[in-house]
């Protein structure tokens, strides 16, 4: 695969389709795996980390899954290709960061990825549009049992599927959507929502997983515990929280709208104006004010974006997907690019964009 | 690893003995400080009751409990060599192996984690191979040890071993995983004479 032809389209979770993708971005759910006959990934030599890589490269080669499987040789990619998978949610940071022999096999909707020597041998990932925990899971079910079919699996008949780190063990699942709560934030209640999911054990997460940022309003939740209940509990514990947080957003927004109508109408316009003006603009500030303006577009106080154009925007604007499309190399000048990026999408001269957006 | 209590890292790793089983406690600052603090509260209330006459609340000497965890993290996994004490420190295990041969010890820990200690989800549909119950898959990570067995043979040019344990892998991996080697590693011909 070649991944400059990735940046043609805008990845699954920034795709903003499917129900509720006003608040919902993305559902996903991933499974964590280990072969039995290899220590795990922290404690493997580099010759363990080469077979476990090799084993299941060509395992998984002959597994079919959707319009088939291409295969990316993460340790050999360049910096700027590897953050550009984590910006498409294809990989995690860890594994874009990590060490030795990994790789990562992609379909071709970008729905689901197998990521090889990561903290466990193999990470399965389905990732949806929108509200969709049902699906994504229909779907890595079927790619597992398959992978299953090909490789044996560490388990235990107590323990469940063994983990590197106990606190995956069991099923091994992550159950999570990525939320956008701007309203939330605003009106100051994204605290007090936070509190009492983490009473209910579900966590909270950053644009990027375990110890990021939440940048631009976007909020990952979701399962702490993995043992003890079975996967499609796991899955409708973050799926019946979900409604109550959309409930929750919508309300907060109704209320900005009713109560603070001029001020909110000022934010999400200063927002817009910076964004169209700006001669250089960081990645955090970028995020921040199209966080605002989607919101704005969302609730018609600005007519002429769509949140596809959003969307793609929050995409593009991140710092390796800005360098592969504008070429630049990287060396201090990314702010400058992001501002002359966004200046010529909202004058209409990127028609690009606009086409690969829609 | 996180603390046990907030999305901070654990930097307190605390070993509770409690009734002959140990407790793994994996805290950040501020939270091992409200825990600690909570514990020289209760050590000060049972202290009060043993003035009064409770016998069994006689605190264990310091260097027993140092002696039990010296003992404990020194115990190794047979497969891939991993110390407790290394698993404390890092937070990932070495193996599949160390589930079975530090199960007591993660029993614990596992249950303060999850709140449970019995999986009830999805099972693999593979059937058992050497006697190994319906899943399990143990047996075949004896391959990790057999593994470092023939790196040492080969190391010490010891060939004849090197080949037992090669033949040993590539059996149990045939038996495993059938139609193609799945991972044994050849040994070295390079130098042999």
Redesign the interface.
Same mark, same amino acid.
């Given at each position: 695969m070649r991944i400059d032809t990735l940046t043609d389209t805008i990845g699954e979770w920034l795709r903003g389709t499917g129900p509720e993708s006003d608040i919902v971005m993305s559902s996903r759910v991933r499974l964590a795996r280990?072969?039995?006959?290899?220590?795990?990934v922290?404690?493997a030599t580099d010759?363990?980390r080469a077979? #476990?890589e090799?084993?299941l490269r !060509?395992r998984i080669s002959g597994v079919p899954v959707g319009r088939g499987l291409d295969y990316i040789d993460v340790g050999r990619l360049e910096e700027v290709d590897r953050r550009f998978l984590v910006e498409r949610q294809l990989i995690s940071r860890e594994h874009a960061d990590a060490q030795g022999a990994r790789g990562v096999a992609i379909d071709g909707a970008e729905q689901v990825s197998l990521m090889i020597n990561e !903290?466990d041998h193999l990470r399965i990932q389905c990732l949806h549009s929108g509200l969709d925990l049902r699906g994504a899971w229909e779907q890595i079910?079927i790619v597992?049992?398959q992978v299953?079919?090909?490789? &044996?699996?560490?388990?235990? &008949?107590?323990?469940?599927?063994?983990t590197?780190? &106990?606190?995956n063990?069991?099923?091994g #699942?992550r159950v999570s959507v990525m939320l956008h709560l701007p309203a939330l934030v605003i009106t100051r209640q994204i605290d007090k929502v936070f509190r009492s999911l983490h009473k209910i054990s579900l966590?909270?997460?950053g644009l990027y997983g375990?110890?990021s940022q939440a940048m631009g309003d976007f909020y990952q939740i979701s399962n702490q515990?993995?043992?003890?209940?079975? !996967?499609e509990e796991l899955v409708q514990q973050v799926a019946d929280v979900v409604p109550v947080l959309i409930d929750y957003e919508r309300r907060a927004r109704e209320f900005l709208v009713r109560e603070t109508q001029q001020n909110v109408h000022d934010q999400v316009s200063r927002a817009y104006g910076i964004l169209r003006t700006a001669q250089t603009i960081t990645n955090e500030e970028t995020m921040q004010l199209l966080s605002r303006v989607r919101m704005g577009v969302l609730l018609g106080l600005i007519g002429d974006v769509k949140i596809a154009d959003i969307n793609s925007l929050l995409m593009r604007t991140q710092p390796a997907h800005l360098r592969k499309l504008c070429g630049s190399d990287g060396a201090g000048a990314d702010d400058i690019e992001r501002a002359r990026y966004l200046r010529q999408h909202f004058e209409g001269g990127d028609a690009s964009t606009r086409a690969a957006a829609n | 690893?996180?603390c046990q209590q907030c999305?901070n890292p654990a930097v307190f790793h605390i070993t509770e003995l409690e009734a002959g089983s140990v407790r793994e406690v994996h805290l950040c600052e501020e939270h091992a400080r409200t825990y600690l603090n909570q514990a020289e509260d209760e050590a000060g209330e049972s202290a009060k009751a043993a003035g009064k006459g409770g016998a069994l609340s006689t605190p264990l000497g310091v260097g027993e409990i140092a002696d039990d965890l010296a003992a404990l993290d020194k115990r190794c996994c047979d497969?891939?060599g991993?110390t407790f004490f290394e698993f404390r420190n890092? =937070? +990932?295990?070495?193996?599949?192996h160390d589930?079975?041969q530090f199960e007591r010890e993660?029993e614990p820990?596992?249950a303060n984690? $999850?709140?449970? %200690?019995? $999986? %009830? =989800? +999805?099972?693999? %549909? +593979?059937p058992g191979v050497g006697g190994e119950?319906?899943? =399990?898959?143990?047996a075949?990570?004896a391959?990790?040890g057999m +593994?470092r067995d023939m790196r040492e043979a080969i190391s010490r040019e010891d060939y004849e071993a090197a080949k037992e344990a090669r033949d040993a892998i590539r059996g149990?991996?045939e038996a495993?995983?059938p139609g193609?080697r799945?991972?044994a590693?050849s040994p070295s011909t390079e130098g042999q004479p």
């Open positions: 280990n072969l039995a006959q290899f220590p795990f922290s404690r010759q363990d077979e #476990i090799r084993v !060509e !903290e079910k597992d049992d299953e079919r090909v490789v &044996p699996y560490a388990f235990h &008949p107590r323990w469940g599927y063994l590197a780190c &106990p606190t063990v069991g099923t #699942i966590a909270v997460r375990e110890g515990t993995t043992l003890g209940r079975t !996967e | 690893m996180k999305d497969m891939c991993i890092q =937070g +990932r295990l070495g193996c599949p589930y079975v993660l820990l596992i984690i $999850h709140g449970a %200690t019995e $999986h %009830t =989800g +999805r099972r693999p %549909t +593979r119950a319906p899943g =399990g898959t143990d075949l990570s391959v990790i +593994r149990l991996e495993w995983m193609g799945g991972g590693s």
